[in-house]
T-cell receptor, first 109, second 118 residues
Framework: RKEVEQDPGPFNVPEGATVAFNCTYSNSASQSFFWYRQDCRKEPKLLMSVYSSGNEDGRFTAQLNRASQYISLLIRDSKLSDSATYLCVVNFNAGKSTFGDGTTLTVKP | DAGVIQSPRHEVTEMGQEVTLRCKPISGHDYLFWYRQTMMRGLELLIYFNNNVPIDDSGMPEDRFSAKMPNASFSTLKIQPSEPRDSAVYFC????????????????FGPGTRLTVL
């Protein structure tokens, strides 16, 4: 079993749709959690950190459930520019991150 | 800030040749990471440094791979001899230690080096 698992998708949604991604992790001692975004042939970039209380950044909402060991990302009112691969990232110790394989989102007109 | 700088951006070489990838982290960052990304295996951590010291190289696939960080502003990843299965995108990333000794964990990636070994 992988340390961090994501549904690879692809998710194909129309503009304006709401879409949610989930990610599970195996190490209950994990310390910090993130969502990164990677565009085609580009480097990963931080989208948002995930806090225990949940956090929101515009149309994006991240949730953490430590008891069930999963993280979620909700995107509301999808835009064409949201099309990308979304990577779930979990840190088990200082400095070392484990990336999920990513979930591919395509938003269509 | 210029961000993380990697060179070359593209490298095409023949099997058996030595390949050296270079990285300049963001100034002031004291963690540096080398990753490899392929369609089959996703993004894999190869090695990371803290204050120029290698901390964990368990992801380095085999002895053909080596990494150095001679100073805070430069790191290299070397493959010798290269093989076709080493073809991938190699990313370097850096992050900053916060008070308390643990990284902020936000990693800033360079644009990557796309390596093709024929």
């Amino acid at each position: 079993r992988k340390e961090v698992e994501q549904d690879p998708g692809p998710f194909n949604v129309p503009e304006g749709a709401t879409v949610a991604f989930n990610c599970t992790y195996s190490n209950s001692a994990s310390q910090s959690f993130f969502w990164y975004r990677q565009d085609c042939r580009k480097e990963p970039k931080l989208l948002m950190s995930v806090y225990s209380s949940g956090n929101e950044d515009g149309r994006f909402t991240a949730q953490l459930n430590r008891a069930s060991q999963y993280i979620s990302l909700l995107i509301r009112d999808s835009k064409l520019s949201d099309s990308a691969t979304y990577l779930c990232v979990v840190n088990f110790n200082a400095g070392k991150s484990t990336f999920g394989d990513g979930t591919t989102l395509t938003v269509k007109p | 800030d210029a961000g993380v700088i990697q060179s070359p951006r593209h490298e095409v070489t023949e099997m058996g040749q030595e390949v050296t990838l270079r990285c300049k982290p963001i100034s002031g960052h004291d963690y540096l990471f080398w990753y490899r990304q392929t369609m089959m295996r996703g993004l894999e951590l190869l090695i990371y440094f803290n204050n120029n010291v290698p901390i964990d190289d368990s992801g380095m696939p085999e002895d053909r791979f080596s990494a150095k960080m001679p100073n805070a502003s430069f790191s290299t990843l070397k493959i010798q001899p290269s093989e076709p299965r080493d073809s991938a995108v190699y990313f370097c990333a850096s992050s900053l230690v916060i008070a308390g000794g643990s990284s902020t964990d936000t990693q800033y990636f360079g644009p990557g080096t796309r390596l093709t070994v024929l």
